[in-house]
């Protein structure tokens, strides 16, 4: 979702194909991400071994971080 000219809402779309969502370029991500200090955490399996979905985005400088 954009908000004038800077990404609103982020959300990562793992091979779906949601029209809903707007598909960005790897520089406009990296560059929301440096902009807004955030840090992607992922695991790419799960402990039996199956792929994972799992991440958050975390932003070390939040008070509740």
Wanted: aromatic letters at 12%; charged letters at 35%; zero cysteines.
């Amino acid at each position: 979702m954009t908000q004038g000219d800077h990404l609103g809402v982020l959300r990562i779309d793992f091979g779906g194909d949601d029209d809903k969502l707007r598909h960005v370029s790897w520089e406009e991500r990296f560059d929301t991400f440096d902009s807004r200090k955030l840090n992607f955490i992922y695991q790419e399996q799960r402990s039996d071994g199956t792929q994972s979905n799992f991440f958050r985005l975390e932003n070390p400088n939040r008070e509740d971080a």
